[in-house]
């Protein structure tokens, strides 16, 4: 426990309440305080605000901002900042004051118009990711009431949603902008959010299909006075700092925050290996370290000063509050001062997200020393300098190459710390850049970064002075110094790139073993960089040699126009779309919801954090939390003997059946892979728990052959499972008149990662073995039956309860029943409720994902590409149990002929065995990924005949009724509706046309464009899976309390069950309710997936509704004037049963009223692959290309065979 008679106090302020504590771990996080602090701050007032949530643990996600607000001793102004609350110490936060989503507003108080807007935006789903996206959007707003789209881009681009496509989510934010909200649907100029009933949309018929999701004037006005002031006592604490040295001590470490410079440099001669704390690196990075030492008091370290030639900017000033200085810098100077601080800009948009952006310091980034650093670079080229401070006095070293490599004769020395670094002006006729590749624009780190700098002898285009240096291609930030100095004096044209790539390709040496991987990618990046650099400065002599009319300007290089677009930057915009709907009969009844755009039931309260996931139950009596051992661990076996440590809990202690035979719950002897759990261990606090994990020791002896690829599984004959295998006509046969093509295609697996982590609460109850599980799963039944079968007790001892969970894309179908299991197995043994929530960590670590797919197809058409035969040949990396992967290759297989009539076909699925964490259900369930290997040989066989794909897929598409390869009679009317509206709307062949006019016209920047068809069947293989059951109580007030068999999981399918339920019942809505899923108001439930749980359990709810108004027709009949509460009361006093079940089966021929886009939605994505391919293909290289899944920026720019990757491949091979 932390030491709380020693410890000062830590005050701060939460939700305009004072936080006054001792106790405080340093350790901790504001995360861990808001959530699981159970202090009784005031009479009534307990934190424990679970609004704020935890996802990631890693600021990479946006699920836990919060804004927090201090005064700044030198603007003298209050400034508030969003946050991640998960890499916040909560030390660092005396004198501020913090702001969560429960601080914003409530339903039971007051809903702001921030959470209003997005909830009646539909900008929620399962409503994980909200209170973090409205912490980001109410920042904002506070800042600026009126934002500007650009901002709002911004500020949400590190908020992850998993659900939504985040267009709902910025539209509710648009609805603060400033600029028109119009979309300029199709050119119409009017905005499709304008689109009234009465128009003629270009969407649909008039009247017919409707665009307003929202009424924007029945929005509150945003009022900045209604929000809560900076506390006056947090201002009195700012104006008259406290110089007083405060500590805190805790279990393991001690947080020393100094008041003044002169402590601080005393406290680092006392604590010289003591990291200085300023921003989020280091509890992201994990490390204990007994002393950390806090400057946020100290104000000499987040001072400004403008100099004649350049600019000094103090260590403690954020990353944010260095745009801020950069940008009013540049508005104040000419531009030929200002390329240094342009460069560093453009960087600091794109680094990281704004939340670590208004966290993480300038002194904590450049003493990090990190390879990947985005500023790093650009200071190096620019000069920059460092001044140091120490109790012995002042120095300044260069950042440079020397520096950056932490050499210990250029680099700090321990009891140093920085105190500013200062960056000068550039001069005319120099130029700087900055150039990043990442994953994605926004929030990611870069594979290879560069600062570029150039000095050209004046009125010339000679190189004076030239600087490169480049990031994420070593240890550490790599100058190209011996490069640079063989340029000088060379003139700035094609012959001195030519040499200066190569002399880079030299210099820059990128061994294989380069840390991640990916060399020649890397590679080629280091010259395409250098490249652009060349074009930017050839435009900006352009520029300045018209200005100055200089003598000898004929003789420089020009940049031909089709090179100009390298040059553009790619904007980060808010992307348009628009959701469309049909409009409901005009006679349909105002109060019959069905068909019209009903808000998500929980919206609001996902707004306010008030809706309740697993792990926001409170904490129960004597409970006890689990954290899992996989076998990765390998430290000291004494978890046992630690004190905190309430139990180790082993295979030994199941007392009935562990797992299947070859997928134990808990391992024995042998582990299949990384990541396989083998024992948990029990304490009193999910940190103690956590750490003991690490103490257990496991001895490992390999076991041979080791496969981890499908291609080493085939070698090795290794197979989960037998073959699976669907054939039609005779594909030999057909084969023999036809052109032929044999491919090959890599679909690449997905993690799972839905925004709620795995968990669940166990609750054994004191009589009868009985057990109650809250617990996040997309299937109640089966935690049930497995837990039943892990404790030997029957079925009808367990209940499992599921309130909403935070998303699931089949992750959350077989194996929260492991996670259920496991905790109950120790909540037996210990006699405690046992919480087991699992770290992003190891939540990807255990449980797979989408499986990999290796394909090989061979297909035969005609010229006009026709298809007659196709044989395709499919493999699954299926992990080291069975899981779900024999289903899934079922699935695939199934599915693979997608929307197309080829009369020969012979389709081949099989499991691979590795030794990797076993794959399972995902989003689609196999399809997206075989219908990635029809596509694809789609798009070869386009190449082959030298015609548009779209044209092949029609040729080849189902066109009359037809029965499909598993033998189900099909009618392509939708599918060629579907694809004829899609091909109108989108006005697919204009914009083909702009597409390659566009490619005509340039040479590095190429458009794709693509239309993918889609045919997907519903519902499970085994028919016993068509079945759903509901429970409908009728209450005698009138109310009606509804409960059903699916889960929800943010497709809202609770909201859709009281649509039904209100329809059939002919009441609102608003007088029925839904509390949770329960296995003990509806048994024997079906998992949640397969895209039919709203079909078959409405059908059930339908009918309970039926049964039920049946029983009350005698009594509305007798008096038709009555109301509902008058017929239930009525009906009570007559003995009716006001309960009925309902029940549901035979899906395939009497659902689908309520199909929405569940599983089969996740392969529209492809048509974003498709035309990333299609782009790709305009390049000059191989006929027959194909891009691999994922299509990665690495895959994408290696694909584009160029002057520079055939530098490269020419450099290696020599
Ligand atoms: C989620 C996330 C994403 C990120 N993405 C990117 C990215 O895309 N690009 C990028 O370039 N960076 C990225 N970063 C890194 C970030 O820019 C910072 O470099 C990093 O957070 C370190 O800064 P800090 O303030 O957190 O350091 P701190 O934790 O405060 O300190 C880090 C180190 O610097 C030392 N130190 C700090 N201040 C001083 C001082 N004044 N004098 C002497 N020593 C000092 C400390 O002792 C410590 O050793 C990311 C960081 C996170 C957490
Ligand atoms: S950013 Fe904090 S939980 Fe993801
Ligand atoms: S609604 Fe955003 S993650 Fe589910």
């Not at 309440?17 to 405080?24: G, I, P, T």
């Not at 295609?745 to 993690?751: A, F, W």
């Not at 694909?1199 to 490269?1208: I, K, N, P, Q, S």
């Amino acid at each position: 426990m932390p030491c709380a008679s020693r410890s000062d106090e830590l005050v701060f302020f939460v939700n305009g309440r004072k936080v006054m504590e001792r106790n405080v771990d340093p350790e901790g996080t504001l995360l861990t305080f808001l959530r699981k602090n159970w202090t009784l701050l005031s009479k009534s007032w307990l934190l424990r605000l679970t609004g704020t949530k935890y996802a990631c643990g890693r600021g990479g996600c946006g699920a836990c901002t919060v804004m927090v607000s201090k005064h700044d001793p030198v603007s003298r102004k209050i400034r508030h900042f969003s946050v991640t609350a998960c890499l916040m110490p909560i030390c660092s936060l005396h004198g501020a004051a913090v702001t969560t989503v429960e601080g914003v507003g409530s339903i039971k108080t007051r809903l702001p118009p921030v959470q209003e807007r997005i909830a009646k935006s539909h900008g929620t789903q399962c409503g994980f990711c909200t209170p973090g996206m409205v912490m980001s959007m109410y920042t904002l707003l506070r800042n600026h009431p009126q934002p500007s789209e650009e901002q709002l881009m911004e500020a949400l681009g590190s908020n992850l949603c998993r659900c939504t496509g985040y267009r709902p989510i910025l539209e509710s934010g648009r609805t603060f902008c400033m600029e028109s909200n119009s979309c300029q649907q199709k050119g119409t100029g009017k905005c499709c959010l304008d689109w009234g009933e009465n128009d003629s949309s270009p969407l649909g018929k008039k009247s017919e299909i409707c665009t307003k999701l929202f009424a924007k004037e029945e929005f509150q006005s945003l009022d900045p006075t209604q929000e809560l002031i900076f506390p006056p006592e947090l201002l009195r604490m700012a104006e008259n700092p406290e110089k007083r040295t405060l500590t805190f001590y805790g279990e393991r470490g001690t947080w020393i925050s100094p008041g003044t410079l002169k402590d601080l440099l005393e406290l680092k001669v006392k604590h010289p290996k003591a990291p200085l704390v300023l921003g989020p690196a280091m509890k992201s990075q994990g490390h204990f370290h007994p002393v950390l030492l806090s400057p946020a008091r100290i104000s000499e370290l987040s001072m400004v000063t403008k100099t004649s030639d350049g600019l000094t900017i103090g260590a403690g000033c954020s990353l944010a509050q260095m745009q801020d200085i950069l940008a009013e810098r540049i508005a104040e100077l000419p531009e030929e001062k200002t390329q240094t601080y342009r460069a560093l800009l453009k960087h600091l948009r794109s680094l990281a997200g704004q939340q670590i952006r208004n966290m993480a310091s300038l002194g904590g980034h450049v003493i990090s020393q990190h390879c990947c650093s985005d500023l790093n670079p650009v200071l190096a080229v620019s000069n920059a300098t460092l001044n140091l401070i120490s109790a012995e006095g002042t120095r300044q070293i260069p950042l440079n190459e020397h520096f950056l490599a932490g050499l210990a004769s250029a680099d700090l020395k321990p009891e140093e710390i920085l105190e500013s670094v200062h960056i000068p002006h550039s001069q005319k006729w120099e130029f700087v850049s900055a150039f990043r590749q990442a994953q994605c624009q926004q929030n990611a780190l870069p594979h290879v970064n560069a600062g570029m700098r150039v000095l050209l002898k004046e009125g010339t285009d000679s190189i004076e002075d030239l600087s490169i240096a480049y990031g994420g291609v070593g240890a550490a930030t790599i100058s190209a110094h011996r490069s640079c100095q063989l340029l000088l004096g060379r003139r700035w044209n094609e012959l001195m790139l030519d040499e200066a790539c190569r002399l880079l390709l030299d210099e820059v040496s990128l061994p294989g073993s380069a840390p991640g991987g990916r060399v020649e990618f890397k590679r080629t990046l280091v010259v395409s960089f250098l490249f652009k650099f060349y074009l930017e400065v050839l435009q900006e002599l352009k520029k300045l040699v018209k200005l100055f009319s200089v003598p000898d300007s004929r003789h420089h290089s020009e940049v031909s126009d089709q090179f100009l677009s390298a040059l553009e930057d790619f904007l980060v915009t808010i992307p348009q779309g628009v959701q469309t709907y049909q409009n409901v009969d005009p006679h349909q009844p105002l109060q019959d919801p069905v068909g019209r755009p009903i808000m998500h039931l929980s919206a609001l309260k996902h707004a306010t954090g008030e809706a309740m996931f697993c792990d926001d139950i409170p904490m129960v009596d004597k409970e006890l939390f689990m954290a899992l051992v996989t076998s990765i661990n390998e430290e000291l076996s004494r978890a046992l003997e630690l004190p905190e440590v309430v139990d180790v809990i082993t295979a030994e202690d199941i007392p009935g059946t562990n797992g299947a035979e070859g997928d134990k719950l808990l391992a024995i002897d042998e582990v299949n892979c990384v990541g396989q759990i083998i024992c948990a261990v029990v304490a009193e606090t999910d940190v103690q728990a956590k750490r003991a994990t690490e103490k257990i020791e496991i001895t490992y002896e390999d076991l041979e052959p080791v496969i981890f690829t499908i291609k080493d599984a085939i070698k090795h004959n290794s197979f989960l499972c037998p073959e699976k295998k669907l054939e039609q006509g005779n594909v030999e046969e057909a084969f023999e008149k036809v052109d032929q093509i044999l491919e090959e295609v890599h679909v690449g697996g997905q993690k799972h990662f839905y925004m709620e982590t795995q968990r669940v609460l166990v609750i054994p109850k004191t009589e009868d073995k009985e057990l109650d599980i809250y617990v996040s799963t997309q299937d109640p039944a089966h935690v049930q039956k497995t837990v039943s079968s892990t404790l030997n007790i029957p079925i009808n001892r367990i209940t499992c309860h599921v309130k909403r969970v935070g998303g699931g894309f089949g992750g959350k179908v077989g194996k929260p029943a492991v996670f259920g299991a496991i905790a109950a197995v120790g909540a037996i043994k210990t006699g405690h409720p046992i919480r087991l929530v699992l770290d992003r960590e190891d939540d990807m670590l255990i449980t797979g994902g989408r499986h990999p797919v290796f394909g090989k197809y061979k297909v035969g058409f005609m010229n006009n590409g026709r298809i007659k035969a196709l044989d395709i040949e499919c493999y699954i990396n299926g992990g080291c149990t069975l899981d779900d992967s024999e289903l899934v290759t079922e699935f695939l297989i199934l599915k693979l002929e997608n929307a197309y009539k080829i009369r020969n076909l012979r389709f081949q699925g099989r499991a691979c065995m590795t030794n990797l964490p076993s794959n399972t259900a995902f989003r689609g369930f196999g399809f997206p990924q075989g219908a990635l290997v029809t596509e694809s040989c789609i798009t070869a066989v386009a190449a082959k005949c030298g015609l548009p794909p779209e044209k092949i897929r029609e040729k080849n598409m189902y066109k009359t009724v037809d029965k499909t390869i598993y033998k189900q009679a099909f009618n392509p009317e939708t599918l060629i509706r579907c694809w004829n509206e899609c091909l109108d709307k989108s006005s697919f062949y204009s914009r083909r046309m702009h597409v390659e006019e566009f490619n005509k016209k340039n040479y590095w920047k190429k458009k794709g464009i693509a239309i993918i068809p889609m045919k997907f069947s519903v519902g499970f293989a085994a028919t016993s899976y068509h079945q759903a059951a509901a429970l409908v109580h009728i209450y005698t007030d009138g109310s009606v309390l509804v409960t059903h068999g699916g889960n929800e999981l943010g497709q809202g399918i609770h909201t859709k069950m009281l649509q039904v339920a209100s329809r059939e019942l002919k009441i609102p809505m608003s007088c029925m309710h839904i509390s949770e899923t329960s296995t003990a108001t509806v048994p024997n439930t079906i998992a949640t997936a397969a895209s039919i749980s709203a079909d078959v359990n409405g059908r059930a709810v339908q009918n309970a509704c039926q049964i039920l108004l049946k029983r009350l027709e005698p009594i509305i009949k007798k008096h038709p004037e009555g109301t509902w509460e008058d017929w239930i009361e009525a009906a009570f006093e007559q003995r009716i049963s006001l309960s009925a079940t309902g029940y549901f089966r035979n899906f395939l021929n009497q659902c689908a009223f309520l199909q929405g886009l569940g599983e089969s939605g996740m392969f529209l994505g492809s048509s974003v692959f498709f035309a990333i391919a299609d782009a790709v293909a305009t390049v000059d290289i191989a006929e027959d290309f194909m891009v691999q899944s994922p299509a990665t920026p690495e895959r994408v720019r290696m694909a584009c065979a160029d002057r520079f990757t055939e530098m490269v491949g020419n450099c290696l091979f020599s």
